[in-house]
T-cell receptor, first 118, second 114 residues
Framework: NAGVMQNPRHLVRRRGQEARLRCSPMKGHSHVYWYRQLPEEGLKFMVYLQKENIIDESGMPKERFSAEFPKEGPSILRIQQVVRGDSAAYFC????????????????FGEGSRLTVL | AQTVTQSQPEMSVQEAETVTLSCTYDTSENNYYLFWYKQPPSRQMILVIR??????QNATENRFSVNFQKAAKSFSLKISDSQLGDTAMYFC???????????FGKGTRLHILP
């Protein structure tokens, strides 16, 4: 099954450490989206990337968070100096069309990475 | 800004019954998409059904159908002949036409009881 792959599935960090979450989109997809899900909440958009390009990062906190999607390799969501409030499930999704999800509206999600900050 | 509201945090129904999940949204846009996504306990989100706002006909996918009321900004999901595998969180979602952000509601946790 060549679905959206996220790793690690679970990550525990102490306050002040760095967290790196990885996402490999479905084969042939070049658009990646990151969403954050807090407990008992819906998913909140964070960032939308194409290869080597950040298209929309309007949902990304201004500090400590960054994302990239290099020409080769997975997309990385990086959280520096984590705090307890960063504890959440982080979902990656990819879309099948060259123009993003505007044409189909369908996102294909990974199983998420659950970050716990102690 | 667009918002999506799901007023039912949790629901339970018996297997084989029909259940309707409510969703309302707020937007000033005329052209947009609406979705219902399912998140089973395994946590992988799956698209259940999609509705394009310019289409008057309600979308249907097997046992899943929607009641789209554009004027009322309402988009409910009906699950007929519910099955145990329908147990999941269901998220209503909105996307502006030609946009790339999907906005999700807080979800309704649905339990199908044997």
């Amino acid at each position: 099954n060549a679905g959206v792959m996220q790793n690690p599935r679970h990550l525990v960090r102490r306050r002040g450490q760095e967290a790196r979450l990885r996402c490999s989109p479905m084969k042939g997809h070049s658009h990646v989206y990151w969403y954050r899900q807090l407990p008992e909440e819906g998913l909140k958009f964070m960032v939308y990337l194409q290869k080597e390009n950040i298209i929309d990062e309007s949902g990304m906190p201004k500090e400590r968070f960054s994302a990239e999607f290099p020409k080769e390799g997975p997309s990385i969501l990086r959280i520096q100096q984590v705090v307890r409030g960063d504890s959440a499930a982080y979902f990656c999704a990819s879309s099948p069309r060259s123009s993003g999800i505007a044409n189909t509206g369908e996102l294909f999600f990974g199983e998420g990475s659950r970050l716990t900050v102690l | 800004a667009q918002t999506v509201t799901q007023s039912q945090p949790e629901m339970s129904v018996q297997e084989a019954e029909t259940v309707t999940l409510s969703c309302t949204y707020d937007t000033s846009e005329n052209n947009y998409y609406l979705f219902w996504y399912k998140q089973p306990p395994s946590r992988q989100m799956i698209l259940v059904i999609r509705q394009e706002a310019y289409k008057q006909q309600n979308a249907t996918e097997n046992r899943f159908s929607v009641n789209f009321q554009k004027a009322a900004k309402s988009f409910s999901l009906k699950i007929s002949d519910s099955q145990l595998g329908d147990t999941a969180m269901y998220f209503c979602a909105f996307m502006k036409h030609r946009d790339d952000k999907i906005i999700f509601g807080k979800g309704t946790r649905l339990h199908i009881l044997p």
